[in-house]
């Protein structure tokens, strides 16, 4: 799954009185913050990152500066232009998304919109990501849910239940059934598997019927559902 969002990046900056560290530059105390627009353009908390890191000019005695928390406002002075990089960090573990940004003083205050990519995000990072708008996902499950509403009579199985019974499941029988899933999945499955973090997730309206139809089964022979 591809889910795009759009990042703004706002920056403030005024002359500050201090004596300039090169002449005819005067010095300037400005400052960088990072918001995330929701489908109606508003700005939101980036909450999607769990921390951003600036890469500043190297004349700056701390060049690489990292915050963690929404609006991840970085203010600094100094009395040059420079372009620097935004690296934004995600609920993945090692994720990173990073962004070039024009430090200028022709305004007092600017902003740039960026359109970042965020590629096979995790169940918890979905959840986050839906503050701000749908997922490319989102409409196939609806449909899917009104089907699978509409007919329980007509299916052996119930997702939402089938959902809870995953969560009572052991090392073991998780195990057994992930790799049912790997087996038997088709191209409309959407899974991730990040081995790093040990986390598997996947979406079980995406399932092939075949495929929720053994899950179903071996959940009830391991009593979790009946």
């Not at 040059?80 to 609920?91: K, Q, R, S």
Request: hydrophobic share 30%.
């Amino acid at each position: 799954m591809i889910v795009e969002r759009k990042i703004k990046v706002v920056t403030e900056q005024h002359n500050i009185n201090k004596p300039a560290a090169q002449e005819g530059y005067p010095m300037k105390e400005w400052t960088v913050e990072l918001y995330i627009l929701d489908q109606d353009g508003k700005e939101r908390p980036a909450r999607c990152f769990t921390k951003v890191t600036y890469n500043l000019h190297p004349s700056f005695a701390n060049p690489i500066q990292t915050f963690n928390d929404p609006p991840f406002k970085c203010t600094n002075e100094g009395w040059g232009e420079f372009e620097m990089t935004i690296d934004m960090y995600t609920t993945e573990k090692g994720g990173k998304i990073s962004i070039a940004h024009d430090l200028n003083f022709q305004q007092s205050e600017y902003e740039n919109i960026h359109t970042v990519t965020f590629r096979n995000p995790s169940q918890a990072l979905q959840q986050l990501l839906r503050e701000t708008g749908p997922l490319p996902s989102d409409e196939e499950r609806k449909q899917k849910k009104a089907v699978d509403g509409g007919s329980k009579k007509k299916r052996p199985y119930d997702i939402e239940r089938m959902a809870d019974g995953l969560t009572k499941l052991g090392e073991d029988d998780l195990l057994q059934v992930i790799q049912m899933i790997h087996d038997h999945k088709d191209d409309n499955t959407y899974i991730q598997n990040n081995l790093d973090a040990g986390e598997f997730s996947v979406d079980l309206y995406t399932l092939p019927d075949n495929l929720m139809k053994m899950l179903w089964d071996f959940l009830i022979k391991a009593n979790v559902v009946s």
